[in-house]
């Protein structure tokens, strides 16, 4: 069978590209050239695998392996993977929730010994491997998590759609953020935990992040980021310099029907109210 595959087909690898996604091997490979050889998501790692949308069945892009498997935890959906944005820099309803429940959007942290006065003395005998983890990992205990899973009425941090599984910290502090379900937990993992990938992300599955510009010479060739810039001409490492610039972009423009169709705080108003700005 392997030798029919080779014969008729080149290679099973061409094979099965044509099998799964209606592509072929050299198909990919210019796809892969076209993006300057990396995700076209997070600009970073090696475009591998071929993603798809799982409604049409049409061949989006290219992507490593992080991202591809994050957006299979977010199940390709735009709002799940914006919401985990702001999760992550504090700045979603979870967060805001945090702030009223104790004034700060983050607790916990393995340095809590030092800095709470009432941590030495409370659940100070290992009660259980699970209690012993979390005491050490995150600063915290049964307690804690049963609070903030009051405080979350059960639900992910994130999503909101489904049951709180895991807690969530900050690796660079080691704060606790929250309990993020399951699927929020691995995908922001796999996407790097970067507010900026899983933006990308969102604009990648509504279609909005890779655009086809006009070329030098009247041909044509993929714009990645704002601002514009040929992936061709861009080594490897070398997006960095438009990173930042582009997560700013991302964060402040949504388009027309994704837009927030509800009022926002403006200050106090004659009436004191919500209203719009």
């Excluded at 798809?52 to 061949?59: E, F, I, N, P, R």
Aim: some cysteine; glycine content about 12%.
């Amino acid at each position: 069978m392997v030798e029919n595959r080779n014969r008729n087909h080149g290679s099973s690898r061409n094979y099965l590209l044509k099998l799964r996604y209606g592509v072929t091997e050299a198909q990919v490979e210019e796809m892969i050239a076209e993006q300057g050889g990396v995700c076209v998501i997070c600009l970073r790692a090696d475009a591998k695998h071929v993603d798809h949308d799982h409604l049409t069945g049409l061949v989006r892009r290219i992507l490593c392996f992080k991202c591809n498997g994050g957006l299979g935890q977010f199940e390709d959906d735009p709002d799940r993977l914006r919401l985990a944005a702001d999760y992550l820099e504090l700045r979603g309803s979870h967060a805001r929730r945090m702030r009223i429940e104790i004034g700060a959007p983050v607790f916990g942290g393995p340095d809590r010994v030092r800095y709470d006065p009432f941590w030495r003395t409370r659940a100070n005998k290992t009660q259980s491997a699970r209690h012993y983890h979390l005491r050490q990992k995150y600063g915290l205990n049964d307690e804690d998590t049963k609070w903030l899973l009051g405080v979350q009425m059960g639900q992910c941090a994130v999503c909101f759609d489904f049951p709180a599984e895991h807690v969530d910290h900050d690796h660079a502090t080691g704060m606790v953020r929250g309990m993020p379900c399951s699927s929020c937990n691995t995908g922001m993992g796999q996407l790097r935990d970067d507010p900026i990938v899983l933006r990308r992300a969102a604009d990648y599955v509504t279609g909005r992040l890779v655009r086809t510009v006009k070329g030098e010479g009247g041909g044509t060739r993929l714009s990645l980021t704002v601002p514009d810039v040929d992936p061709a001409t861009v080594p490897r490492g070398g997006w960095k310099a438009f990173w930042d610039e582009d997560g700013r972009y991302r964060k402040q423009t949504l388009p027309f029907d994704e837009e927030l169709d509800m009022p926002t705080w403006g200050g106090s108003g004659p009436e004191g109210a919500m209203a719009p700005v």
